[in-house]
């Protein structure tokens, strides 16, 4: 996420009292999980204790503060519920996958579990997800509509959205300023504007400050800079969207950054991105814009001690058409084989649709789902949070689309672009050669879709 630009913008409007994002229409794992997963839809999470109180498993992702705070809602939700008990089974998500994966393979898989759109259809194409639509303990009708059927496939709801998350540029006002150099108007700025900003800060700091940090790594960039000219990474049918023109012309604004050293070099960034959002060049105070989420702005924000203020993605007027999205910041899905769904179903209910949970998990699964909910916990969000949720809504106006879930294989994009961008950086692939690769192991990797 980037902050609102210092381009004579308010960097702070009142968001709608309701919360409300207009409305629109929404329109690899590891390997062998399929057969895995096919093996897991006869068997069942979830069990009745001798006292009747029915216990289920429920698994996310993340880090320490994410736990403690997830722990909080489960004993909100057994107060209120004392006929369940909610054992928690989280990781970090390096390894969560793999563990979901080989759980929901012995026939264990936890009964909610927290999903990511990259592999939602990886669990539900198989039979591994429970159809949310048919559970009576579920209300799905508060959903925001933008993102309301994003976590639909084939008729079937696999999954509902925690929350709503867009990719954007992030900018250390504090970066702009020892450079003497102006924030952009991001109502305008263009691809070549974005190359040029970046150039010139290096350039008046002496390559001390970064222009931007590399942007090739995350599959997202180039999903909107797809959409601004009208194609996409994948079809409705899970099929490539772009043409090679396209992505030769995304690896080649990266190619241009690194000619003029307006971002690290290559083994710099190779070292940044194994290091994370803690490693960054805006939280290391080494440069000016990085690309990130827009959940992630407290955590940029608190970590680098600056000022950092949320951009749209250069090319959103000078393009075709805008390319910006409104993102399910993840799922929530039921294990088709849980033996107690009703229950599983309360539980994820109480996840989307109440105050209680909300009011403790704030903006850390995006901003809630549940418009009313999110409209409830605007005045209660920590400052960037509350920033992010004035960015979203500043920027919904201009979302044009959604879109469609990607297909079986998708989780191994983000490796696949990471690899091919590494090589390019090192100098061993052209632009040309990086885009034929990128399709060549997608398209395996998602076999055509």
Not at 45 to 54: A, I, K, L, N, T
Not at 192 to 211: C, F, K, N, Q, W
Not at 214 to 229: L, V
Request: hydrophobic share 35%.
């Amino acid at each position: 996420m980037r902050a609102n630009p210092g381009s004579g913008r308010p960097q702070a409007r009142d968001l709608s009292s309701d919360g409300r994002l207009r409305r629109r229409p929404l329109l690899k794992i590891a390997a062998g999980v399929g057969a895995v997963v096919l093996a897991a839809t006869a068997c069942g999470g979830g069990s009745s204790s001798e006292d009747g109180v029915v216990e289920l498993r429920f698994s996310w992702w993340g880090a320490d503060d994410r736990h403690a705070v997830t722990q909080q809602v489960i004993e909100e939700f057994e107060a209120a519920n004392p006929d369940i008990r909610i054992v928690g089974d989280y990781t970090d998500w390096s390894s969560y996958w793999d563990r979901l994966a080989t759980s929901t393979a012995a026939g264990d898989a936890p009964d909610i579990i927290t999903q990511e759109e990259r592999y939602l259809r990886e669990y539900g194409d198989r039979g591994a997800l429970a159809d949310l639509s048919q559970l009576d303990s579920l209300d799905l009708s508060k959903i925001d509509p933008l993102v309301a059927e994003s976590g639909d496939m084939d008729g079937q709801t696999y999954g509902v959205a925690t929350g709503v998350n867009a990719y954007t540029i992030m900018a250390d006002t504090e970066a702009f300023e020892a450079a003497g150099v102006e924030m952009p108007d991001d109502d305008s700025w263009s691809w070549d504007d974005y190359v040029d900003l970046a150039t010139e800060i290096s350039e008046t700091t002496d390559g001390e400050v970064v222009g931007t940090q590399s942007m090739a790594y995350n599959e997202a960039g180039f999903q909107i800079f797809a959409r601004q000219k009208g194609e996409s990474l994948y079809n409705e049918d899970g099929t490539l969207g772009y043409s090679q023109e396209t992505l030769t012309e995304w690896f080649s604004i990266t190619q241009r950054l690194l000619e003029a050293e307006a971002q690290p070099s290559a083994s710099e960034s190779v070292e940044i991105e194994a290091l994370g959002p803690d490693g960054s060049v805006l939280a290391t105070n080494s440069g000016a814009m990085a690309h990130f989420w827009t959940n992630q702005l407290g955590q940029q924000t608190e970590t680098s001690g600056h000022e950092i203020e949320l951009l749209r993605y250069p090319g959103e007027s000078t393009e075709d058409r805008s390319g910006m999205y409104f993102k399910p910041a993840m799922f929530y899905s039921i294990s088709a084989g849980s033996e107690h769904p009703e229950e599983a179903a309360r539980f994820v209910d109480f996840l989307v649709n109440s105050n209680e949970a909300a009011e403790l998990i704030l903006a850390d699964r995006g901003l809630p789902a549940n418009i009313d909910v999110r409209g409830h916990i605007v005045s209660q969000l920590p400052e960037a949070d509350a920033r992010s949720a004035v960015f979203l809504s500043d920027i919904e106006g201009t979302i044009e689309d959604g879109n469609p879930p990607p297909p079986i294989g998708a989780g191994e994009v983000v490796n696949i672009i990471k690899r091919v961008s590494d090589e390019m950086g090192f100098g061993d692939l052209t632009p040309e050669e990086a885009a034929e690769q990128f399709t060549e192991e997608v398209e395996a990797a998602t076999q055509g879709g």
